[in-house]
């Protein structure tokens, strides 16, 4: 017997369900991401974009799973971090559907989930984890029990930053696509910050870097060359720090920067020259999404972590290294 798991995503600006079962087949994977034509994403309106699409994006994921409610398992739900309004809409429906259908509760951490569905999609066990996305950009490492974050941004996150730029330049968010394909058709470098300290980096000077090449008139192309050749230099230097450090021998890229192809080349020419495996999360499962919830729901609950309802109140700063990881100990 198969034990089935739905896991409902909505940390920010896209909310997701997903199927999975325990043998790591994930059935289904529906989710829907609020774009607003301008400006970044306010934290009401996407959950009010939650609420009102949040129901059907469920229904859908069973439906597409070929199962029927009853036969969920178990429910999880990303517990944190993330917005506050955003966070609260998707737990209330976790715990609705967890009253129910009768079946245990489980609150699992965005950022870890993103390493977890990164290990199944994969099938490393215990790799240094990249992990770019719009709202973090971390390098992680398993060690005595918890994911210890090695470095991350002392400012602003990777996606953040291209957001940011792109939405200067009059690109949609999100920004990260656009800003790759423009590359291609760079013909100059321009020197931007390079900002690495210790293990950790820093990307708002660069930004700013950026804005001041578009405002003397260079060619869009060559500054998005330009910033990803130097973010991305930064993150290989921090990995390849990180795989010297704890000695592992996999390098896992996840979250939604994760997309991008060129950070992916940089990243596997370090593992190469460390002798290191390197796995590049597959698209439909390195944004957010709710397939990574629900397996990391599962890891949880066959390590005995559930929570009461009362209890199940949500952690908008929750920090990866705050979960004592005991499916992993
Ligand atoms: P988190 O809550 O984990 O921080 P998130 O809310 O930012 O995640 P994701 O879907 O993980 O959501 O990541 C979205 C980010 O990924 C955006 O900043 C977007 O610009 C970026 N992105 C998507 N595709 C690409 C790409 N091809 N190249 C670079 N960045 C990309
Ligand atoms: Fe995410």
Redesign the pocket.
């Known amino acids: 017997m198969v034990l089935i798991s739905l896991g409902i995503e909505g ?4 909310f997701g369900a997903g199927i999975v079962s325990d043998d790591g087949q994930v059935k289904s994977n529906v989710w829907d ?1 609020l774009t607003p034509s301008e400006g970044g994403i306010h934290p009401r309106e996407a959950s009010r974009h939650h609420s009102e699409l949040g129901p059907l994006i469920i229904q859908k994921s069973i439906a597409n799973a070929g199962i029927v409610p009853n036969d969920i398992d178990i429910v999880s739900f990303s517990r944190g ?2 917005l506050g309004p955003c966070l609260r809409t998707t737990a209330t429906m976790a715990r609705t559907l967890a009253l129910r259908l009768n079946v245990p509760l489980i609150g699992v951490n ?2 870890v989930a ?1 390493i977890e569905i990164g290990c199944l999609d994969s099938g490393f066990r215990d790799p240094v984890t990249v ?6 950009t971390q390098t992680i490492a398993f060690s005595g029990g918890r994911f210890r974050t090695f470095g991350e941004t002392l400012d602003i ?4 930053m ?2 940011s730029f ?1 939405r200067d330049v009059g690109m949609r ?5 656009k ?2 394909m423009a590359s291609l058709d760079a013909s100059t470098f321009y020197e931007l910050p390079y900002s690495v300290k210790g293990m950790d980096l820093s990307y708002s000077g660069l930004l700013t870097a950026a804005r001041r090449l578009y405002s003397e008139g260079v060619a869009v192309s060559d500054i998005c060359y330009s910033i990803q050749e130097t973010a991305f230099g930064m993150l290989a230097e921090v990995a390849e720090r990180a795989l010297a450090h704890t000695k592992k021998d996999e390098i896992l890229l996840t ?9 992916t080349n940089i990243l596997e020419g370090v593992a190469e020259r460390h002798d290191a495996k390197f796995h590049r999360v597959s698209p439909t499962l ?4 709710g397939a990574m919830i629900a397996w990391t729901g599962i890891l949880q609950y066959n390590a005995g972590d559930q929570i009461p309802i009362p209890d199940s109140h949500v952690l908008p700063k929750w920090r990866t290294d705050e979960q004592e990881i005991i499916w992993r100990a």
């Open positions: 940390t920010a600006h896209s991401m971090p993330g965005h950022c993103h992990y770019v996305s719009g709202g973090n996150a990777i996606g953040n291209l957001d792109g968010f999100p920004a990260g696509p800003i790759e979250g939604g920067v994760a997309k991008n192809n060129r950070l390195a944004g957010d999404q």
